[in-house]
């Protein structure tokens, strides 16, 4: 079942096939996506607005999964916590590290919707059912303090 309310999503992934499928995936459920290739670019995206939900791939050029969840936690450590990642390559030792360390859902690509709510029902609160105008609104991430920190 879809989550009961529309939801800010970045998903970030330099495959151009999973970026669509994803983005087809999510609208369709009623979610408004935006994407990116790589954690520069989502770097970028995060500096203009807030998002509810980060779907990102885990292996990527210039800035990785890894690396990017990593510049987060020091800027924006309660989005990190709204992560799940997402990759192909469940046989690399240092992927699957990473993926079990952080303590975020991750799922094997390719992957189901269904997979992919039930993950995102593991990182979003549940509905507050007296205030939904207040719940999960994005809030606007307004110049942040990122610069320096991208290798």
């Known amino acids: 079942m879809a989550p009961q309310r529309a939801l800010q999503v970045l998903v970030v992934d330099d495959d151009p096939a999973m970026l669509r499928a994803l983005t087809h995936l999510l609208q369709r459920d009623g979610h408004t996506v935006q994407t990116a290739t790589d954690g520069q670019a989502a770097l970028a995206l995060l500096q203009e607005r807030g998002y509810d939900l980060i779907l990102c791939d885990v292996l990527m050029p210039a ?81 942040l303090p990122l610069e320096g920190l991208l290798p």
């Open 63 to 143: 800035l990785d999964g890894h690396t990017l969840y990593g510049l987060l936690q020091r800027q924006l450590p309660a989005l990190c916590q709204r992560m799940i990642f997402l990759t192909g390559d469940t046989w690399s030792p240092d992927s699957m590290r990473f993926v079990e360390q952080c303590g975020q859902p991750w799922l094997p690509k390719p992957c189901s919707i269904d997979e992919i709510r039930t993950a995102m029902a593991q990182v979003l609160p549940a509905p507050v059912q007296d205030t939904p105008e207040e719940y999960g609104q994005s809030v606007p991430v307004e110049k």
